[in-house]
């Protein structure tokens, strides 16, 4: 039997849905924005060359963006224009490269009532039936992951999995594993 693109949701849609600019969320200069990075990586911690992150969050007041949309496009062409550049929209779609690695560049997310700041985190790739949901949540704000209900839910091995490491120049880490050993935890939604 010979597989369809109903059977898997990856590699196709990295012909179409990547955009240019795709990664950065966050306007050019703007004093709150941080580039989150990593890779995404298979049940034998290879790379995963094709995969596909949207990442969605609030801005740094912790606050849901109602800018509508993320592109634009020239009314006469049809062609890309890119991003409004002053304007934050909270959403970022980024593919990876051939070492499996992703970046995006956004504001660092307030908090939001009753949830330690994070970006929520939209994983496609091949071999996967269903994308993948997840949640990157920033290593500053330990005492507010004490409250955070997902976090507290879950074992403490498991919840670093979720948290990313702080590097230079307000940057941030986090390896998303597919499965296996350090498998990245995954949210269930109904």
């Known amino acids: ?27 050019p200069g703007h004093p709150a924005a941080v580039t989150v990075h990593g890779r995404v990586l298979d049940g034998a911690g290879a790379p995963v060359p094709d995969a596909l992150l949207e990442l969605w969050g609030p801005d740094e007041h912790g606050e849901l963006p109602s800018t509508p949309g993320s592109l634009r496009r020239d009314a006469v062409t049809g062609g890309f224009l890119g991003r ?9 779609r980024v593919p990876t490269d051939a ?25 496609f790739a091949r071999g996967l039936t269903h994308h993948l949901f997840t949640r990157l949540y920033f290593p500053e704000d330990s005492v507010a992951h004490a409250d955070d209900p997902l976090l507290a839910a879950l074992p403490a ?5 979720l948290i990313a490491t702080a590097g230079a120049h307000d940057t941030y880490r986090l390896d998303i594993r597919l499965q296996g050993e350090e498998e990245t935890v995954f949210l269930e939604f109904r």
């Open 1 to 27: 039997m010979s597989r369809t693109p109903s059977h898997t949701v990856g590699p196709f849609f990295g012909y179409a849905l990547p955009f240019p600019g795709g990664g950065d969320l966050a306007p």
């Open 99 to 123: 070492e499996g690695r992703w970046s995006a560049r956004t504001l660092r997310p307030g908090a939001r009532p009753g949830h330690a700041p994070y970006l929520s985190v939209c994983v």
């Open 84 to 92: 409004h550049a002053a304007d934050f929209t909270g959403w970022g």
């Open 157 to 161: 091995e498991r919840r670093r999995t």
